[in-house]
């Protein structure tokens, strides 16, 4: 290319070629017979302007725009340099202001722009359906046995998968050793919908999915890569106590949204469990359909199903129609408000970063107006002037995009440390050239952002005025403008401070719900009893007689039960016949939860009226159960239950004071995470066989202890106490009842947390823009305070009148903040619980705290009045 | 060489060194100096090439490809840079010679009418 030809030569080269000629014309001229001093000057007088020919050489050779900007570029890192407090500060902003955008922002990359690691993943779907009429939605829905043979066999468009809810935890047996797994169970061409291809072996044959068919598993690379051992296609393995033949590994880094360990067939029918919508399904268009024909064949195929019937028939005037919603949108669905939420917080934050930087340049320029002056009186043009400042800005801004993303992947790292396991649905929230992309830009908006005031500031320099002042002060205009952007930074960390405290109030206010029993000094320990050998229910009462008696006699233990699942947790819901009263024939869905005698006294749940469950409860006695107060309410509307028959000829035989529980199995749409639901309790013993084998691949009983103080080695105790009546069965965790609240309420401790975190960032922000709006007033008119000083001013008055400023600032911000409260903290409406929107308790404790730090923020720099003495700064002048 | 001969010298029109250049060195490689050297001697000491003005110019013909360099040892065994003309230079020269003979004879046409009749 043409400019690279040109490069070739430098001026060096150039330079010596004219020296060679000088010396030759010396020469030349010494034969000719004049002194060698005399020849060199002959030589370079006829050469004419030796300098301005190297010159002329010099600036055909370059791209000189190119020479000014890395000359600009110089200049400006020198002049961060040489003010490194404002460099420092301006940067550490930029590192959080960015930091958090860039840690927020991988977040929404990887959870709503990545694409999913599936082949043609746009062809992927899951199934919605809306509701009209009566009551609207639009929800995510699972499929019952019913509706997944009509979409298997009668909806050509698409190939259709199901699986099991979750993956559950299982015992898993190889080689004489029992371990702990999460299993999956799915259809047929699951893995043909994610597109995954089996390692080694093959994917599952429909007819290995079909009920009572043969039992195969396909492992997961993690769980082959144990043994790594090719020829275990074929082999058999103890999985919930039954053989399964392996047919199948998956490749390394498959993924699926079961994310299991082992995989086994469905067999999913409309029987059983099939009864329910227990399954998830998932579909992949086929080529040539289009998703509208789909939907359209999925509501025809379930037009007569049983399920839409009822429908139809409990909700007259309502309609429900099925679609299918892309697999990403799906699957993030629950997820996505949070995560757009928390990026408009990080972008607040970072607006006030860029306000603040604004305000600091504008100080900076203001103290360099005579230098710009200067420069424009030697020649420089405005253009020139302007370029340079932009430069500093551009310089400031990459840099702190630099910091920017190094907090930023800290910050990540952290975050990822505060997510429960298996919480998000991606596997990684990578650092992409998208994210990378998105801090550039955030970058280059600072440099916008920050240098666009400084640039209009001096852009009408007035000369003459600026070089004849030796003052530097922020003129009262500008003054004005870092008063503006301070109240707007205020303002925007009142309405993050306030919509942080709603939440912490929400925590505050689920976490000291009472718990209806007594939570301290239980551990529990959960089991999978999915297990062959506990679908017989003789053998699932010896395990619980046995286990529990073993564990009532661990020394210092108080009492011991065992039970389906426990308060704070979500519960089996059941449909209930109503059998007496006005309603008698109303099927109700209530939480059911098989307990063993022992329960409620472990727990130390409050007995209301009747009795609690004896070992006479047993299976051949009378069928028996036990309220709580919530079902009494609803379904005996003020009779005395006990001794009422429910569901055929059971009798209550008890009412317990209400326990909280999670809501997220959804009896009441739209409740607390933690909140009281209707439950019936039922003796252990009186379960059968069947309904055993179906509760278990859900849900894994809880074995709890009471004690009267810590005991050390106790879970080795509970595991030794089940090991005697059964060793293969390991305890796959042991929990105070704080961790399972904590587990419930995981959402809302990240929400809090990140919340908080965000609000923190925007008042330690804010905080520092106040601050050195003060401490520039104080250093900027010292010799004012110095002169009133000496004419009789307090240390007093001279701090109130500087300090004024930032106050005022502040002041303002915190009023329009509080009407910017008005209009947003509204979104968060479906946040909230126990708290309303507008809650007093929590806009005083924002006051307060802004207050505080608004008064430290202007108390520390106005300090430095006191060390004036006037005698010095009158003197300085 | 003194200051008297260069006052009575003709200074070079814009744009004709280039010409003068390329054509200096039809006659094979050259030297700045030598270049200046024969751009005097042929006009019989009548054009003066101002040195300073002498590089830049030969550097620019480099840039555009008429001229390639390369340095050498110069007859009285001093290093020095020799230019020589490209086939597209020698193009040029035939372009821009034709050029100014045209310009010059419309000129002289102008000049001195009488001349042409």
Redesign the interface.
Known sequence: M?WR??NK?SSAD?SS??E??L???T?R?QE?GLAEAEARA?ARR?????L??EE??YE?HRWLWWDHIARDIRYAARMLAKTPGFTAVALLMLALGIGANTAIFSMVNALLLRTLPYPHAERLGVLYARTTGLETADEPRNVDGEQWEQLRDNVPSLLPAISSMRANGVNFRADGKVQYLHAGRVSAHYFDVFGVQPLLGRNFLEVEDRPHGPATAILSYALWRNTADPSVIGHTMLLKGEPYTIVGVLPENATTPLNADVCTPLQASPQGEGVGTNFRPFFRLRDGATWQQADAEMNRAWEHTQRIENFRKENPGSQRTFYSVPLQRGQTAVLRPQVLGLLLSSGVIFLIACANLAGLTLVRMSRRKAEFATRLALGASRWQTQRQLWTETLLLGLAGGITGIVTGSLALRGLLLLLPERFLPVSSLPLDARVLGFTVFLSLLTTVLCGILPAFATSDLDLRSSLATRSSGLSPGSLRLRQLLIAGEVALTVVLLAGAGLLVRTLIHLEALPPGFNPSGVLTAKASLDDVTYHDAAKFRTLLNESVANMRAIPGVQNAAMGLTLPYERAVLTGVTITEGKEAGRQITANEVYVTPGYFETLQIPLLEGRTFTDADGPSAPRVVIVNESFARSFFHGIDPIGHHQDGDTVVVGVVRDTVTSSAAGLHTGAAPLTKEEVIYLPAAQMDGAFLSLVHSFFQPSWIVRTAAPIEGLPAEMQQAVETVDPNLPFSGFYSMSDLMASTLAMQRIEVALLIAMAALALLLSAVGIFALVASLVAQRTREIGIRMALGSTVQAAMTQVGSAGVRAAGFGLAAGLVLCLGTLRLMRSLLYGVGVYDLPTILAVVAVLATVVLVAVVVPTLRIARIDPATTLREE | MSTQDEKERLELLQGTLDLLILRTLIFGQQHGQGIARAIQDTSGQELLVEHGALYPALQRLEDRGWISAKWGISSNNRKARFYSLTAAGRKQLVRETTKWKRLSAAIARILDPAREG
């Open positions: 043409f030809k040109r030569r150039f070629e004219i060679a000629h010396q030759d014309e020469a001229l000719q002959a006829s050469f004419g302007n030796l301005h020919a002329r050489f055909s």
